[in-house]
């Protein structure tokens, strides 16, 4: 009889395991793709700072987005079992380390160059992570929970690599990406609008991101006078809030 209880309790464990996985697919993915936008807002605040672009409000968004890719990780510690998702969860936490250490001490323009390697480093690695978990995941919307996350990411390294490049930093990458996140963005944008299964809701809010990308596009290419990093940082923090609107709504059932 012990055993038997035994038996039907780990069976019991397994269903409701299985269970919470399915439900806390889009989630995770989710988490995982808030590391990669805040692996380059993480940046974009720090050079903000030195660039003296709002230096109180971005050494705010400095900290704030320190404390909350650490406190993804113990989130999706627990939500993560696969031996696939573990190890990418792992790749995740070492490359982490590196650029915590880069972004907290003193902020020189001559440090640049190294910060946003190290933020590279992050971003392939939760990149790989929410790759993973969107192959994993039994959810339908997962698929869209990704890339309206990754559209997230596209709106700060963007802003990151015009103030990069402001601050003096520049080579032919981020020349190039100027370009290359612009098309990427653009054609995620146009993939999310044709969605069959698109709520009332989700077309709403995806044609205000619409907009509001338009815009920033058109400051973007009005390049020269300072003025313009302020308006860069609040147009890229307009997109990003929309479209982490846009990803909730895709977490729903």
Same mark, same amino acid.
């Given at each position: 009889? &012990?055993?038997?209880?035994?038996?039907?309790?780990?069976?019991?464990?397994?269903?409701?395991?299985?269970?919470?996985?399915?439900?806390?697919?889009?989630?995770?993915?989710?988490?995982?793709?808030?590391?990669?936008?805040? $692996?380059?807002?993480?940046? +974009? $605040?720090?050079?903000?700072?030195?660039?003296?672009?709002?230096?109180?409000?971005? +050494?705010?968004?400095?900290? #704030?987005?320190?404390?909350?890719?650490?406190?993804?990780?113990?989130?999706?510690?627990?939500?993560?079992?696969?031996?696939?998702?573990?190890?990418? =969860?792992?790749?995740?936490?070492?490359?982490?380390?590196? =650029? &915590?250490?880069?972004?907290?001490?003193?902020?020189?323009?001559?440090?640049?160059?190294?910060?946003?390697?190290?933020?590279?480093?992050?971003?392939?690695?939760? #990149?790989?992570?929410?790759?993973?978990?969107?192959?994993?995941?039994?959810?339908?919307? $997962?698929?869209?929970?990704?890339?309206?996350?990754?559209?997230?990411?596209?709106?700060?390294?963007?802003? +990151?690599?015009?103030?990069?490049?402001?601050?003096?930093?520049?080579?032919?990458?981020?020349?190039?990406?100027?370009?290359?996140?612009?098309? #990427?963005? @653009?054609?995620?944008?146009?993939?999310?609008?044709? &969605?069959?299964?698109? @709520?009332?809701?989700?077309? #709403?809010?995806?044609? +205000?991101?619409?907009?509001?990308?338009?815009? =920033?596009?058109?400051?973007?290419?009005?390049?020269?006078?300072?003025?313009? &990093?302020?308006?860069?940082?609040?147009?890229?923090?307009?997109?990003?809030?929309?479209?982490?609107?846009?990803?909730?709504?895709?977490?729903?059932?």
């Amino acid at each position: 009889m &012990r055993r038997f209880l035994m038996r039907f309790l780990a069976l019991l464990l397994a269903v409701i395991g299985a269970a919470l996985a399915q439900g806390s697919d889009p989630e995770a993915i989710n988490l995982a793709g808030q590391q990669r936008m805040l $692996s380059q807002r993480i940046v +974009k $605040s720090w050079v903000q700072i030195g660039l003296n672009v709002q230096p109180a409000i971005s +050494k705010r968004q400095l900290d #704030e987005s320190i404390r909350g890719f650490e406190q993804n990780l113990r989130v999706l510690e627990p939500m993560i079992s696969s031996a696939e998702g573990r190890n990418a =969860l792992g790749g995740l936490h070492l490359a982490w380390a590196p =650029l &915590r250490t880069a972004v907290t001490g003193v902020i020189r323009q001559a440090d640049a160059a190294l910060v946003d390697a190290r933020a590279e480093d992050v971003l392939i690695a939760a #990149e790989r992570l929410a790759r993973v978990l969107q192959d994993q995941a039994a959810a339908p919307a $997962s698929r869209w929970v990704n890339l309206s996350g990754r559209q997230r990411m596209l709106s700060q390294r963007l802003v +990151k690599v015009y103030m990069l490049r402001q601050w003096g930093v520049d080579n032919a990458r981020l020349r190039d990406e100027l370009e290359s996140v612009q098309n #990427e963005f @653009s054609g995620a944008l146009a993939n999310m609008q044709q &969605r069959a299964g698109n @709520s009332a809701a989700v077309t #709403e809010e995806l044609d +205000k991101l619409a907009l509001q990308w338009e815009w =920033l596009r058109t400051a973007l290419a009005t390049e020269g006078a300072e003025s313009f &990093r302020l308006i860069l940082a609040e147009g890229g923090d307009a997109v990003l809030e929309l479209a982490q609107e846009v990803t909730r709504l895709y977490q729903q059932p």
